[in-house]
Structure formats: C-alpha cells, structure tokens
C-alpha cells in the first residue's frame, strides 16, 4: 500500500484530488492533506509518504519552496505538481527540484492516473532492488571473513588486476595502512596439536578455524587484522604493526602459540607494502618451506630452546645432551638449516624477549637482562646492540 499526501490551499480541490485518488484501482492511502507548504512539511516528516500532489501557489512555504525541503531532506518521497500556472519557469524549476510529473487544474482524470502509474511502477522497481541490495548486502556480513580469504588468495596468485583489486577491497572492507606486516603460520611440521581440547581427535576445519582464532587474539591489539587460509593450510594475513614491533610480536605469536597449541610451529613475519604483498608473501612462504625442511633433531632443539633460553646457563652441550647427540653434530645441524649459529639462535630468543618486555613492563634494564638469562646488563647490552643496532635504553626512550 503507497501512502500519499495532498498539499493546497483550496479545500475543495484538496477534496476533489482525494475522492480522485481513492477512486482509482491503485495500492494507494492518502494518509493526510496540508493546507499551507508548512504544514505540508510537517505532515511529510510525520507520516513519511510515498508520493505527495503539491500546488505551487501556497502560503507560508509555496509548492517550490516545499520541493526544496523535500529533496533535501526526504528522498524517499515523490512529487506530482497540481498546478494552475501555465508558465514555463516555473515547470523548469520544479524539474530541477526532482518533480516527477507537472499536472495543470483543471484536472485530467486520465492524465493524474498515469502520473500515479508512472511513479509506483517506479516505487516497485525501487523496492524490489533494495530488496535484493540488502539481501546481498546480508550475505557479504554472513560470509565476509571467507570471502575475504578468496580475496586474498587471489591476489596473492596474481588473479586480479590492479581495478579488480581495489574494487574488491572496496566491497569487503578490506583497509590496508601504510604500517602493515605480514604474518605467515604452519604448524605442519607437528600435526598431531591438540589444541588441548581433549584426547579426541579434530577435523582439519575445525583445526584451522581453531588456529586463526587464536591467532586473531594474540593480534587483536594490532587491528585490523586480517585472516585466512592459504592453498598450503598455512594461516596467512597481513595486520597493522609498526616495523619497531615486529620482532617482538613474533616472538610473542611464537610463545603463545606452541604454549596453547602444546607442540612446535613455524611463524614468519615481514613488513609488507601493500604494492608488494604477493612477493612478501612469497618469499615468507619459502622461509616457511624452508623451516619445515629442518630435521627432525633440529626441531627438538628449537622446542628445548624455547622453553629453556632464560635460563642463565644455557649452552650448547646441554641442549645437544636433553636430544642425544654431540654438541658439533648439532652446531653444524642448525647452522645449515637455520642459517645461523646455535649462539646467534639463543641471542635472538632472549632479544626478543627482552623487547617484549620492555613493551609489557616497567622492569628496569638489568632486571630484564636477568629474566631472560644474561648475568650481567654488560653482557645483556653488548649483545642487544649488536643484534639491534641501538642499546636497550635507547630502544626503550624509542618505544616511548
């Protein structure tokens, strides 16, 4: 049913147009009459109409002045001008006002009814797309997270051209800022995780969905953040991270991850320009290739060393000891699957440590050099600006 509304000063017109419109065999309602352009507006605000019939000459607001409001305001509402002025200008003006239709008094019966017609065929046509928009628009919020995985997918297999590109981050909201970091997850190298949920086992869906959960929380602080599956079951995404930061929310991810997940995994993490994602992307994927290519005594030495580097005595031997073999079997081992030395691996461990905590506490230099396993600040502050470049008070008045 279409509401209408009749606007003149004339009572007996505004009655004739009623009888008029409620005679033709329309959908329609008139819902209120206004006397004056003002009290038109009033009654347009209040009962927010489909369609109004509106006179030109009026007081206090003239039919004109009314148009104005009401394109101005009410979008929604459609209008028909009833006039008895047979003047061009004033045609021309109320087209430009968005008027539908200029009806001269008197009144033709057949020529009200098409105008009437044209404008609720219109309505209909209008209905039926928002309809569908807000379906669509529906759908997209149910399904935005898995779409933006095909997205990124795509993109990243060098599917879109750059239009394509920008048009689809447009429709999904996907909003990439100048500090980005791109972060890259396999836990293929230890697929018996049980993410603790029990002894029972999990289908790979649930796994993953599981994984990019946690890991969406571990980044939450870091948003937007955005999340999917690569071809590999790797659990990729690109976040807002300020590149001072990146180690230590590696180390962090890292941490936080093999504690939850109870098992060793595999976290590369990069800054990333927009412009470059796919090669970011790609050249952390063969670091991850590359990883899970270690064997398997380099792996047990990773997992010992991640729960073990803040301990302050913490060397080769006994790392070499905890998995049963020689101390130079495993130095060579790790030097050609990891490209560093065991030293440089175990310095790297506690600098980013150090960096987290410095984020997270208030613990001065040398307590932070204690907790994560030098004896000395000395020690503690050769080794942070060599891997850094900076000393820890620096690094610390920087993150201020």
């Not at 003047?87 to 020529?111: D, N, Q």
């Not at 969406?216 to 995404?237: H, I, S, T, W």
Request: glycine share 6%; aromatic share 8%.
């Amino acid at each position: 049913m279409w509401k209408i509304v009749i606007a003149d000063d004339e009572p007996k017109i505004r009655q004739g147009l009623r009888e008029l419109v409620e005679s033709f065999s329309l959908s329609l309602r008139v819902c209120g009459e206004a006397k004056n352009g003002l009290e038109a507006l009033k009654l347009i605000e209040r009962e927010q109409p489909d369609i109004a019939l509106v006179d030109i000459c009026m007081p206090k607001l003239n039919g004109l002045q009314l148009l104005e409001r009401i394109r101005d305001t009410h979008t929604g509402c459609r209008t028909i001008i009833v006039s008895g002025y047979n003047e061009f200008t004033y045609a021309k003006e109320a087209l430009t006002l968005g008027v539908r239709s200029y009806i001269l008094k008197p009144i033709e019966e057949e020529e009200l009814y098409e105008a009437i017609c044209s404008l609720t065929e219109e309505l209909s046509r209008e209905r039926s797309k928002q309809r569908f928009i807000d379906l669509a628009n529906y759908q997209l919020e149910q399904h935005r997270e898995y779409l933006q995985g095909v997205f990124f997918n795509d993109w990243i297999e060098g599917k879109l051209s750059s239009g394509e590109r920008q048009d689809q981050k447009e429709l999904l909201s996907v909003h990439i800022g100048e500090e980005a970091a791109l972060i890259l997850v396999s836990t293929q190298n230890n697929r018996n995780l049980s993410l603790r949920m029990g002894d029972g086992r999990i289908s790979d869906d649930v796994y993953q969905f599981a994984l990019k959960n946690i890991l969406r929380e571990l980044l939450g602080k870091c948003e937007p953040v955005y999340l999917f599956m690569d071809r590999y079951q790797n659990v990729a995404g690109i976040f807002h991270c300020p590149k001072q930061e990146e180690s230590s929310i590696k180390r962090h991810v890292e941490e936080s991850l093999e504690q939850t997940l109870g098992g060793t995994c595999t976290v590369v993490t990069g800054t990333c320009e927009e412009a470059h994602f796919p090669e970011a992307y790609g050249e952390a994927l063969r670091e991850v290739q590359k990883a899970l290519e270690c064997r398997p005594v380099v792996t047990e030495a990773k997992k010992y060393l991640y729960e073990h580097f803040r301990e302050p005595d913490m060397e080769l031997n006994l790392v070499a000891r905890s998995i049963g073999i020689s101390p130079a079997y495993l130095s060579r081992l790790m030097k050609q699957e990891l490209g560093m030395s065991f030293k440089d691996f175990l310095t790297s461990l506690r600098i980013n440590e150090a960096i987290v905590l410095m984020r997270s506490t208030g613990c001065s230099i040398n307590e932070i050099a204690d907790m994560v396993g030098y004896k000395s600040q000395h020690y503690f502050s050769t080794a942070f600006k060599n891997s850094m470049g900076i000393s820890p008070s620096e690094h610390r008045k920087n993150i201020g």
